[in-house]
């Protein structure tokens, strides 16, 4: 009756390769309040829950204050969003301006952009160097529409007049293909900058769960860089 025994077992080892592989959703378990010099946000994740219009979806997660060593710019205490626009009727319940740097992913703690082009900036309260950032449109991957695929990244170290439209910016990215789902890095040469700008030309209605921005292990540790020399205008005529 061996064989009838290697039967089943060879009946029950087939069934389970061929089912579907089921992965949980990841959950960054909440990361250190200081590292060195710089000091985060608080991230009260009953408190983001309890806020969250998730509707079936995944509720917050932390994001990393710290990645490989490095802290998170745009999670310092002083860090402050901007936006062109958001998108009407949903915020405090979602896609608020807020919610580009609030320390927690998902659709429910995103940002939606309102009229294209336009934009999504972090204020990191001090000049930095900066070498890389992340964003999604959803980190869980409950949704698949609102994809941003056409944008540039921009930063800047000082504020224009205050009749201005912007500030100084310098190009230092530029996307133009697939469109951005799930948690993806972006990198490019050490620039220095205090605003870092996503500047959205194509419609969609981009989402945007979580700004990350990074630039070495004490990236505050630098001297402003007058070299910023391109400007709003001309961005826009592009």
Request: charged share 30%.
């Amino acid at each position: 009756m061996k064989w009838i025994k290697y039967w089943w077992l060879a009946v029950v080892v087939a069934a389970l390769i061929s089912m579907p592989a089921v992965f949980a959703a990841h959950e960054e378990d909440k990361g250190p309040e200081k590292f060195g010099r710089y000091e985060f946000k608080e991230q009260d994740i009953a408190a983001a829950t309890d806020e969250c219009d998730a509707g079936g979806a995944a509720g917050p997660e932390f994001v990393p204050t710290v990645r490989d060593n490095e802290p998170n710019l745009a999670l310092l205490k002083d860090a402050k969003p901007e936006a062109s626009s958001q998108l009407e009727g949903w915020c405090p319940r979602r896609h608020c301006v807020e919610y580009l740097n609030d320390g927690f992913y998902n659709n429910c703690r995103s940002w939606i952009i309102g009229p294209v082009p336009g934009w999504a900036q972090i204020d990191m309260g001090d000049v930095a160097n900066v070498n890389r950032i992340y964003f999604a449109s959803d980190h869980a991957q409950n949704f698949q529409d609102r994809k941003a695929a056409d944008f540039d990244i921009l930063v800047a170290t000082t504020k224009a007049d205050a009749d201005s439209e912007a500030n100084t910016w310098t190009k230092i990215y530029t996307h133009k293909g697939d469109p951005i789902s799930e948690t993806t890095e972006f990198t490019f040469k050490d620039v220095e900058a205090r605003w870092l700008r996503l500047h959205i030309r194509a419609d969609g209605g981009a989402r945007v769960d979580e700004i990350e921005i990074y630039g070495g292990k004490d990236p505050m540790a630098v001297e402003p860089d007058a070299k910023l020399t391109t400007t709003w205008a001309e961005i826009k005529t592009e």
